[in-house]
């Protein structure tokens, strides 16, 4: 009877067993739900700019890839990254890199939300027994978010969510725009760049047009200061090279209509891509609607192809190319006009500035709507100016009397006491494979600078260095920017509205010259300005270690 009742017993938990095995195996096991994601908040009132790494630990490494230098010294990951600013080592994996990250940005102050491995373990290494060492204590709660004051009055300050852990410099900083960074950011569609960023028509036309004003009055200040300073010292006597308030005006009305366009504007959008060939950073600009500074400064610009800069020389320095309507060269010259007027002043007869403002107007009207600006090094020191010409004859005389007014004596003293010109000679001459033209060569103790022009096909060409004739032997290239796939691409991405575009190989004349290229340019695409910047990993790292970065 006994053993018969052990039977029953096997059988029936054996039974079981077998039951829960399949029952296990249809069912899987049971997941318990996350909690339900806390619902999005407004944009704080002091927003400015609002960013998404779509993959961090990825583009991070891209980037070090990339870049190279110290930058490979850095942490690996992004977790990696946030703990070595808040001092806490551990932290680095509980920071999930393959998730998107997200910052926000207010007005001097940020937020970074990274998503959290664990949130327990997280906290565990903060403020639990594994901690190193007693860096923060827990604060506050704001909602579902718990706030870790740093032991150290400037240590950084933590946020910790079910999913997310936050860091900002303050509390005010992680109260004011944690919330939006990890509620509102994870729930806007996501892009497909690498890195997307944002700024609001309050930021632009608030924070950092204030800002931007505020650094160019403390600029403007301090010239102004400096002249008089200057003055002082030399008994009241003004410079002898030109007036600086004049300049600084000149300049005052360039800032304002820039900044004034700023203010108006009612986006700006920025993406950042990192890949094996380039470093790409475009910023869209959307003015407000209606009637503007913004859409006016929109309106002015006046675009069309790269074709004559990818054809130019792809050995310069730099080369700075743009493109102007006919209203936009008359404007400028008056401008210009008007300010030589200001700062020259009495040191050069008031005939004579006459006779140059109306060789500037002359120009404008002669010239044609593109013109660039370009600087070599090497044994071919020099800049080159190039000028389109619908008809090269009728801009050709105008250049001529502009440099015979050079050789007057009121404008000749004014270069001789401001700059040091001895003498100014003009000759004919017949450049190497280009054809005829005319060459000035000015003399200074120390230097024989020489300076020629002509006329080429729909263009006039003016060269000035050491040499002009070497100089102006690179019109005919045996290298163009074009010939360069890296620059093409560039170039062409640039859309076929560009303003103005600049194209530099600053490591070329190097002990060890390289190719790298950067290209940066402005167009117009569907109402709205885009900037557009493509680099090279290592023109980034000689830019950081030029900073001298601690």
């Avoid at 901690?131 to 604060?139: G, K, L, M, Q």
């Avoid at 080159?384 to 009728?394: E, G, S, T, Y």
Wanted: overall charge negative; glycine content about 10%; hydrophobic content about 45%.
């Amino acid at each position: 009877m006994k053993n018969r009742q052990l039977w029953v017993v096997a059988v029936v938990f054996a039974a079981a067993l077998v039951a829960w095995y399949l029952l296990g195996r249809k069912r899987g096991p049971v997941d318990v739900p996350p909690p339900p994601p806390e619902p999005p908040v407004e944009a704080p009132k002091n927003l400015v700019a609002e960013a998404v790494v779509a993959t961090p630990d990825a583009i991070w490494h891209k980037a070090q890839t990339a870049v190279g230098g110290f930058l490979v010294l850095a942490p690996p990951t992004l977790g990696g990254v946030l703990a070595a600013y808040v001092g806490e080592p551990e932290l680095a994996a509980s920071v999930d890199g393959s998730l998107p990250a997200y910052a926000a940005l207010g007005e001097g102050d940020w937020v970074i939300a990274a998503h959290v491995a664990s949130a327990s373990r997280a906290r565990e290494l903060l403020l639990g027994a594994e901690a190193s060492a007693p860096r923060f204590a827990p604060e506050a709660k704001a909602g579902a978010l718990e706030i870790l004051r740093p032991e150290s009055p400037s240590g950084a300050w933590i946020g910790l969510s079910r999913a997310f852990i936050l860091v900002a410099p303050d509390r005010r900083s992680l109260e004011e725009l944690g919330p939006y960074a990890y509620r509102t950011l994870p729930t806007k569609p996501p892009s497909s760049a690498a890195i997307s960023a944002s700024a609001t028509q309050a930021g632009l036309g608030g924070w950092l047009h204030a800002s931007l004003e505020q650094r160019w009055g403390s600029l403007r200040k301090y010239l102004l200061d400096k002249d008089d300073e200057d003055r002082k010292a030399h008994g009241g006597r003004a410079p002898d090279f030109a007036d600086p308030k004049g300049l600084v005006a000149a300049l005052q009305t360039v800032v304002d209509r820039h900044l004034g366009a700023l203010g108006a504007m009612q986006s700006a959008e920025a993406i950042l891509d990192i890949d094996d060939a380039a470093i790409t950073l475009r910023v869209d600009l959307t003015p407000l609607e209606g009637d503007n500074a913004a859409a006016h400064w929109l309106d002015a610009f006046h675009g069309g192809s790269t074709a004559p800069l990818a054809a130019q020389d792809a050995d310069a320095l730099f080369t700075l190319f743009w493109r102007t309507s006919a209203p936009e060269r008359a404007a400028t010259a008056k401008d210009a006009s008007g300010t030589l007027g200001e700062t020259l002043g009495d040191r050069v007869p008031a005939s004579q500035r006459d006779d140059l403002a109306a060789l500037l107007l002359g120009a404008a009207e002669q010239r044609g709507d593109w013109a660039s600006v370009s600087f070599r090094g090497g044994a071919a020191t020099g800049v080159i100016v190039r000028l389109a010409a619908p008809d090269p004859k009728k801009l050709l005389p105008v250049v001529d009397k502009t440099f015979d007014l050079a050789r007057k004596p009121g404008l000749g003293g004014w270069l001789h006491d401001a700059l040091g010109v001895k003498s100014l000679t003009i000759d004919p001459h017949d450049f190497p494979s280009l054809g005829p033209g005319r060459r000035a060569h000015a003399a200074r103790e120390g230097l024989q600078l020489d300076v020629g022009w002509l006329a080429r096909g729909d263009e006039v060409d003016i060269g000035g260095g050491l040499d002009c004739d070497a100089l102006l032997a690179s019109l005919a290239p045996a290298r163009r920017y074009g010939d360069d796939p890296v620059v093409a691409s560039a170039l062409n991405a640039l859309g076929p509205e560009v303003a103005w575009a600049l194209v530099g190989r600053p490591l070329s004349q190097g002990a060890s010259p390289r190719s790298d290229a950067e290209v940066l340019g402005l167009a117009k695409d569907q109402g709205k300005a885009r900037l557009t910047f493509r680099t090279t990993g290592l023109l980034v790292r000689q830019l950081l270690a030029s900073l001298d970065l601690p």
